[in-house]
Nanobody, 127 residues
Framework: QLQLVESGGGLVQPGGSLRLSCTTSKSSLTSYSIGWIRQAPGKDREGISCISRTDGTTAYADSVKGRFTISRDNAANTAYLQMNNLKPEDTAMYYC????????????????????WGQGAQVTVSS
């Protein structure tokens, strides 16, 4: 079990920014593609961003394209999701996942897997 840990969530006003981090002490994240999946109350899970394991190829859902940026720092064994110009509709629980997405096709596995998902970070966008 990877035991991915997210951090950086919180309450922010519309138009504000947050940066989510994802790390683990159990393995090197360089072995995995890293994805971010979110789920708002009463809504389906949505794959929003993915970064490939090898060449840094990225993918974004249309709902976040141009506002969110995914990256990874292999030396720090950490992946990030920089979220700018946040909107109330971005309010959700955000999950970091390992090897659950394909950045070349923009596809995501949305079925929860405790071995490959973090525990989630709550992001609330409200004035």
């Amino acid at each position: 079990q990877l035991q991915l840990v997210e951090s950086g969530g919180g309450l922010v006003q519309p138009g504000g920014s947050l940066r989510l981090s994802c790390t683990t002490s159990k393995s090197s994240l360089t072995s995995y593609s890293i994805g971010w999946i979110r789920q708002a109350p009463g809504k389906d899970r949505e794959g929003i961003s993915c970064i490939s394991r090898t060449d840094g190829t990225t993918a974004y859902a249309d709902s976040v394209k141009g506002r969110f940026t995914i990256s990874r720092d292999n030396a720090a064994n950490t992946a990030y999701l920089q979220m700018n110009n946040l909107k109330p509709e971005d309010t959700a629980m955000y999950y970091c996942t390992a090897d659950e997405c394909n950045a070349y096709y923009g596809t995501y596995s949305l079925e929860y897997d405790a071995d490959l998902w973090g525990q989630g970070a709550q992001v609330t966008v409200s004035s």
